[in-house]
């Protein structure tokens, strides 16, 4: 691929830019993506619909790798892009999808182009730069913008192509149009239904599929299931819930590949059952959810809830326990997890003791803690209701607490203290716990 360092301008060629540049421009960038996300919404309303549909990532990732590809070039001319050729590439295939032309894609690139020279004519007051160095800027960027057209026009072109001899090309379309968001009138959708000799069904299950999905998937799926298994985030749309034939076509058609089915939902949220079922994907690459060869979303509503902001999460956890703050980690940690244990099963102290594997006078001598620091916050239902929301979604990220990592069991080691009659019978050698209360030495 030629280096965008010298511009294709008739007359005298003008100096390459100076990898320098680079540094200046690099810092630029997350401004810039904010700016031209702006722009280009108010001037062309309607990538404010896509920037919030299925394909809101992708674009925004296409953005920012369009932005830092070119910056790489400045600073090295033989970076390679496949990354952001494949992403302009879907650029162009979304407009497709849309039934537009290309006009307004190309009018937001050079749209972008006129904010990034904006931008670097402050950067050459802020650096004294030549106006020479902002000329070939300038020349280098339209080039650039004119690369980046020329990618948007063969993933236009995949499109039409094959729209032109398969109805299959027509039904992604549609698949792509019912996933928009929010949703596009009901008549739109009829009409390309009809187009598409598909039947719009009053429920639908989304299916998320995990990448890289098997080549013959097309093969044995129904002829009324939609699908889109050459895109970044691959999905099926079958109709109505899933039956049990339902289920063994999945089956057949995914042979060892992994999948999670979205809840069934009416059409016209889709896009929440999608965006849902990616949502369980990510939780099972960071093993939160079991994987399995077909995951239901439908069993993990409550985790997806949980896990919706763990941000927010945490300061709610820091907030209901900040009592606790004054104690040691260590200490904290462990009445942060009995906590954890007893307002979640509302089980007697025996059972805590069991999941904990700690004894029950010891479960019992930290809730007295536990009343000590948090008072009223373990009868109060809202304060109750946070705390155990917060250490839920803690314990499913894998962490005891807002501070640390989740808690170790207790070991359990005989000692000759002797232990209180009320709890041990005469003469028996009592089990040491690491946090008992009076008469129970701690072993850290």
């Known amino acids: 691929m030629p280096s965008i360092a010298q511009p ?9 830019l100076p990898r320098e540049f680079a540094a200046f421009m690099r810092p630029e960038i997350p401004g810039l993506i904010k700016e031209i996300r702006l722009e280009v919404t108010r001037t062309y309303p309607e990538y404010g619909r896509l920037l919030n549909g299925p394909h809101a990532d ?20 033989g970076a390679g892009c496949a990354l952001r050729d494949e992403l302009l590439r879907k650029f162009g295939r979304v407009e497709a999808y849309e039934g537009r032309e290309l006009d307004s894609l190309h009018g937001a690139y050079r749209l972008g182009a006129r904010i990034a020279l904006r931008r670097a004519k402050t950067i050459g007051r802020q650096y004294s730069l030549s106006p020479s ?55 739109t959708i009829a009409s390309l239904c009809e187009a598409a000799a598909w039947e719009l069904p009053a429920q ?32 099926l749309l079958v109709p109505g819930p899933l039956t049990a034939a339902r289920r063994e076509m999945l089956d057949r058609a995914l042979g060892p590949a992994h999948a999670v089915a979205g809840v069934t939902v009416p059409p016209a949220q889709a896009a929440d059952s999608i965006r849902w079922a990616r949502r369980v994907l990510a939780l099972i690459d960071d093993r939160v959810i079991p ?37 040691s980690a260590s200490r904290r940690d462990r009445l942060v997890e009995t906590l954890r244990v007893h307002i979640s099963t509302r089980a007697p102290a025996e059972q805590v003791g069991e999941a904990l594997g700690v004894h029950a006078q010891t479960v019992r001598y930290r809730l007295r803690n536990l009343e000590t620091h948090l008072g009223p916050r373990l009868t109060d239902p809202d304060h109750r ?30 000692s000759p203290i002797p232990a209180p009659h009320s709890v041990l019978g005469r003469g028996e050698a009592p089990t040491r716990y690491d946090d008992g209360g009076p008469g129970w030495r701690a072993t850290c």
Do not use: K, N
Request: glycine share 4%; charged share 20%; proline share 10%.
């Open 204 to 235: 639908c299950t989304m299916i998320a599929l995990r990448t890289p999905v098997p080549d013959q998937i097309q093969a044995h799926l129904d002829e009324d299931v939609l699908a889109d298994p050459g895109i970044p985030q691959p999905h």
């Open 8 to 16: 294709p301008d008739v007359g005298e060629p003008l100096d390459p």
């Open 291 to 327: 994987d399995a060869p077909l995951v239901f979303c439908e069993d993990h509503l409550t985790t997806l809830w949980l896990l919706t902001d763990p941000a927010l999460v945490a300061r709610l956890a820091a907030r209901e326990l900040a009592p606790l703050d004054g104690l």
């Open 385 to 414: 209701f946070a705390l155990e929301a917060a250490l839920r979604s803690l314990h499913l990220q894998g962490r005891g607490g807002p501070h640390g990592p989740s808690l170790p069991r207790r070991r359990r080691v005989s």
């Open 58 to 77: 992708a674009i925004r990732q296409g953005v920012e790798q369009a932005l830092s590809a070119f910056v790489d070039r400045v600073a090295d001319p």
């Open 133 to 187: 160095v902002i000329l070939t800027f300038a020349d280098t960027v339209f080039a650039y913008v004119d690369e980046l057209e020329a990618l948007s026009r063969e993933g236009y072109a995949e499109v039409q192509a094959r729209a032109a001899s398969e109805v299959s090309a027509v039904r992604r379309q549609l698949l792509h149009l019912i996933l928009a968001a929010p949703p596009l009138p009901h008549a």
